[in-house]
Each structure stands twice: as structure tokens, then as C-alpha cells.
């Protein structure tokens, strides 16, 4: 009786006015929810006799949509993550809008675009992927995943930030030219593709070295905090549903606070980057009115769940609770839950469902398989499976487990060196001073050089820069409660 209707926003880039015209259509239709998708789109469900009437209003506003189809993938981006959770890069929020400009035309494979410092949005879940170089300005890394395949392959090029669009349209051709050759064809050959791309008008340079992609460390991407003197908002939710009338609201506070977007993110999130101090109080004042729920635990926000999969939702609310009953320990981990055959999520432990019983449309005795990525890194496309045909009672259980082999094994890659002794998270904190920040009720400390990494809050962290509704780990005492101490008073090393 529903259909869904799916509109991309390239690079998970909104207008807010675009966005508040496209809402004030589906109210006339009377939606009074949408939600946002794995890949940064706009998800809209609507009966079948509203289809014709919201997608004639989608016309008159010039929207592009499909509908029930994926045959335009969006092209995603980190974009999102730049200036709040990514720094001291070359790749500004500049760059990204003349590469996405570029791209004049609607790919029909993936294409992320991503920088390779950051985790928060997934690198290899496109079939043309383009990484940031880390050494070189303006070049990029390009991975491909050959359509409907786990087959990667790494060009042995960078590409020059300005031919990114072309070379991703001679690519996409050359693909749809020879299904056979490069689509669900486990014996595609990289080196064959790009054999066909006519690559003279391209400017290239020979990779020094192969892409480093970056272990998993997922930011808290939720609530109001502080960075760079401004604020930047996170909304979750975790039945994935936004109203129609909050998201109105917000539309019109950034066009009154001077906010020219938005930004939705691969964990079907929204992001609001730029409020000023001053503006601060109204986007409290809104998220009062609509009673948002703010600051959920960060072993609910590393779920990766299907879109419009209220099956998996369900699955992971149940998975959720447990691990909070056992109190078992989630940082560094990205859970996905898959109960489609072609459906792909982000995932350094993957939930998949199978039947036991699967002839001639019939399904029968659910049951889920454990899968871990290669070195639990979601960015991988190998793994291992650590546990076949658990029934459901027995899941949360065998997921546990499988988080301590996680947990194990980054003991030892870290015993045997196979990890960095120090993250750039850590070199920046030896920077800080040798302040320490005390609570005037209990005395406890706040180490900048330390963070509090329980609380997802990474090494190097200011205190000036810790959320407004930071508050004391052991009396929770409010943030404005500390005092600035320098830290050979307490005779602390």
C-alpha cells in the first residue's frame, strides 16, 4: 500500500529551502514523517493514491526522485564530518562543492567521495570510490568495487582533484558498456577497465603508496557542541523518524540564523554546522518544543541498519538492550544488521539474516549469521564468519563474544606493533598545556591530554570545546562547576 520516495542529495548537502519546499509538498499529501537514508538521501513514504499528486508537486519544483528504485545512486561524501570531526586538511568544504558541481550529470553506480583521515562515513561502499591523498594536495586515490561484487581493485594513479567528475563518467560508461565483463562478475579485472579508459586528457601521477584507510573510531556525531568559536547540532533518532513539522522548524531557523545548509550523514542523521553563540539558545528553545531526546549511549549510535527496514530496527533495539544489561564495552566497533540479500551496510561485526529453509519463495526458520570484517576495520571488504545459524535467543550472546575477540585482537595488534603508538589525536594533545580542570564538589579531575575516552570524548579534547551539557563523571556536576588548575598544584605527573 506504500511506495517510497527516494531523493538524492549529493554529497548529503541540503538547502533549506529546497528542503522546507519538498516538506511543505508532502503535507499536502499529509506525510507527517520522512526519513534519510544510508547514502544520504531523503526517504518519503506515501500511500499508492498519493503517489501521482506528491511526485506532480515534486515537478512543479523541479526535484528530482525515483520511486521504490535505486537506479541513481547519491553520491556521498564526508562532508559532513569537515571542519567538526575532520581538521587540518586540504580538503575544504570548497573542494567538495566544486568536485560535486563537477559532476553534472546523475551516475548510475556509486561514487563516494571521501577523505581518507576519518571513519565517519564509509569509504569502500561505493563502486567508484575516491580517497583523499594524505600526501598529496589535490589528488586522490581511486578504489574501485566492481558493481554487485566484493571485488576491489586500487588504481596505481592519483588523480588530479579537477578531472575527478570525467574520469568518474569515462569509468561509469566503460562499466555499462561491458556488463558482462565488470557487473556481479566475480573475475573482473581492474587492470582491463582501466585499460579502456582513455586517459590523455587526464592529468595523473603514479601513487607513491597504496591508500591507508583509517581504523574505526566513530565521533559522538550527536548533540549540541562546540568547535572553532560556532556550534554544530546533531539530531539522531532512533526509530529513524523526523517530523515533518520539526524538520520545517529547522528549515526556517537556518534561513533566520543566516544558515545556508544542512547536512545529512551515512548513519541516517542530520547535522547543522555554523550556529553562532548568539543563535545558540533558539536551537535549545526548538529542540524543547519537539522534546528531542539528546545524548543516547554510543552503543546505540554505531548501529548500521538498512533503510526502511523496521525488521532490523526492531533486531537492534533488542541487541541494544542487552548490551546495556551486560554493560559491555562497544568503542571502536561498528555493528551492521543485514536482512536483505543485495543490501550493504557499514560494519566491522555484521548480524545477517538467512532462513534455513529458502525453496520456491517459501522461508521458513530464521536464523543469523556473525560475520567479522578484515582486522575489524568496516572499510575492509573480507572478514571471516565467527558464528553460523544462531536462533535469536542466542544472538546477543555469540555478539558479545564476538566483541571480545575484537577487543582481543586490538591487544595484540597493539602488543605486536601493528598499530600506531601514538594516534594524531595524541600528538595533538601532548600540545596542550599543563592545566588540569576540577570539579569544586568532588574534586575530580578533567585531563585535556587524556580525554575521557568512555565517554567518546578523544585525547587532545579542550575543555572549552566539551559539550555545554558536559557534566562530572562522578557527581555530575555541571561544567561551569570546574575550576582551571594548573597541574603541579595537585603534584599530578
Known amino acids: 500500500m506504500y511506495q517510497t520516495i527516494i531523493i538524492n542529495f549529493p554529497g548529503g548537502i541540503i538547502s533549506p529551502g529546497n528542503l522546507y519546499n519538498i516538506l511543505v509538498a508532502a503535507t499536502k499529501v499529509r506525510i507527517q514523517y520522512v526519513r534519510f537514508g544510508l547514502r544520504q ?140 565483463r565488470f557487473i556481479d562478475n566475480t573475475l573482473a579485472n581492474g587492470e582491463e577497465l582501466f585499460a579502456l579508459l582513455d586517459q590523455g586528457n587526464f592529468i595523473f601521477k603514479a601513487a607513491e603508496n597504496t591508500v591507508s584507510l583509517s581504523s574505526f573510531n566513530l565521533p559522538y556525531y550527536e548533540g549540541l557542541n562546540r568547535y572553532n568559536n560556532k556550534y554544530w547540532l546533531g539530531i539522531y533518532r532512533r526509530d529513524e523518524l523526523f517530523s ?42 526548538l529542540l524543547e518544543e519537539y522534546e528531542i531526546n539528546m545524548r543516547h549511549a554510543a552503543n546505540e549510535l554505531n548501529f548500521q541498519v538498512e533503510d526502511n527496514c523496521n525488521e532490523g530496527l526492531a533486531l537492534k533495539s533488542f541487541l541494544v538492550k542487552h548490551l546495556s544489561i551486560d554493560d559491555t564495552r562497544t568503542f571502536g566497533i561498528c555493528f551492521g544488521i543485514k536482512t536483505r540479500k543485495k543490501s550493504e551496510v557499514f560494519s566491522s561485526i555484521l548480524i545477517q539474516k538467512r532462513h534455513l529453509i529458502n525453496f520456491l519463495g517459501v522461508k521458513l526458520f530464521p536464523v543469523y549469521d556473525i560475520l567479522c570484517a578484515k582486522d575489524f576495520n568496516p572499510n575492509e571488504r573480507t572478514g571471516e564468519i565467527f558464528s553460523r545459524s544462531n536462533p535469536s535467543f542466542l544472538l546477543p550472546e555469540q555478539l558479545r563474544r564476538a566483541i571480545f575477540k575484537f577487543y582481543k585482537y586490538r591487544l595484540n595488534a597493539i602488543k605486536t606493533g601493528k598499530q600506531k603508538q601514538r594516534s594524531q589525536a595524541e600528538e ?52 561551569s562547576n570546574f575550576t582551571k588548575i594548573d597541574q603541579s598544584v595537585l603534584q599530578l605527573l
Open 41 to 180: 538521501q531523503l526517504l518519503i513514504d506515501t500511500t499508492n493514491y498519493n503517489v501521482d499528486i506528491f511526485t506532480g508537486e515534486l515537478g512543479k519544483l523541479g526535484v528530482d526522485y525515483e520511486i521504490d528504485s535505486n537506479n541513481f545512486p547519491n553520491i556521498i561524501s564526508s562532508y559532513p564530518a569537515e571542519e567538526i570531526f575532520i581538521r587540518k586538511t586540504w580538503l575544504t568544504e570548497g573542494v567538495y562543492k566544486d568536485i560535486l558541481d563537477d559532476i553534472d550529470f546523475k551516475p548510475s553506480v556509486k561514487v563516494n567521495i571521501c577523505d581518507s583521515d576519518q571513519s565517519f562515513t564509509p569509504m569502500l561502499t561505493g563502486n567508484i570510490n575516491w580517497i583523499a591523498s594524505s600526501q598529496s594536495e589535490h589528488y586522490w586515490h581511486l578504489i574501485i568495487r566492481f558493481p554487485k561484487t566484493n571485488v576491489t581493485y586500487e588504481w596505481n594513479q592519483l588523480c588530479y582533484t579537477n578531472h575527478i567528475a570525467k574520469v568518474t563518467k569515462g569509468l561509469e560508461t566503460i562499466i555499462k558498456n561491458n556488463p558482462t
Open 244 to 285: 515533518i513539522a520539526f524538520l520545517k522548524k529547522i528549515c526556517q531557523l537556518c534561513l533566520d540564523t543566516k544558515l545556508g545548509q544542512l547536512c545529512c550523514t551515512s548513519w541516517k542523521t542530520i547535522i547543522i554546522k555554523g550556529i553562532d553563540e548568539k543563535d545558540k539558545k533558539l536551537w535549545n528553545a
Open 428 to 479: 595533538t594533545a601532548i600540545k596542550v598545556g599543563t592545566f588540569l580542570y576540577q570539579c569544586n564538589n568532588c574534586l575530580t579531575v578533567y585531563n585535556e591530554r587524556i580525554g575521557e575516552i568512555e565517554n567518546n570524548i578523544s585525547t587532545g579534547t579542550a575543555f572549552k570545546d566539551l559539550p555545554d551539557d558536559y557534566c562530572c563523571t562522578l557527581c555530575e556536576g555541571k561544567k
